[in-house]
């Protein structure tokens, strides 16, 4: 599966953001999908992820209550609520192929699939 990211920008802080992962070469049927960030001078951090093939999702706590993941066939989604300034970061997603008995988190290492990232800038 090949991802593309988009719908980064530049947006006032308390504004809100919808970040896009399409896939193509397959659906997402069978992937666990999660988003991570990277802003300059740090590590890339998980963001959220779906946990399991039953839809649970899992949030960092610095975005817990203002983001939220969704997912269709061919597409993820990353709603971003009351943008903070250290929410500034570029956005990727990322893709495993996935099964019913695991559970995913926010490790990158767990993902093999991954978007060319999009830049959020929070700011006044």
């Known amino acids: 599966v090949q991802l593309q990211a988009s719908g980064g920008g530049l947006v006032q802080p308390g504004g809100s953001l919808r970040l896009s992962c399409a896939a193509s070469?397959?659906?997402?049927?069978?992937?666990?999908i999660a988003w991570f960030r990277q802003a300059p001078g740090k590590e890339r951090e998980g963001v959220s992820c779906f946990v399991n093939s039953d839809g649970m999702t899992h949030y960092a706590d610095s975005v817990k209550g203002r983001f939220a993941i969704s997912r269709d066939k061919k597409t993820a989604y990353l709603q971003m609520n009351n943008l903070k300034p250290e929410d500034t970061a570029v956005y990727y997603c990322?893709?495993?192929?996935?099964?019913?008995?695991?559970?995913?988190?926010?490790?990158?290492?767990?993902?093999?699939?991954w978007g060319q990232g999009t830049q959020v800038t929070v700011s006044s």
């Open positions: 990322a893709a495993v192929l996935s099964d019913e008995y695991t559970d995913y988190g926010l490790w990158p290492d767990e993902y093999d699939y």
């Open positions: 070469g397959d659906t997402l049927d069978n992937y666990a």
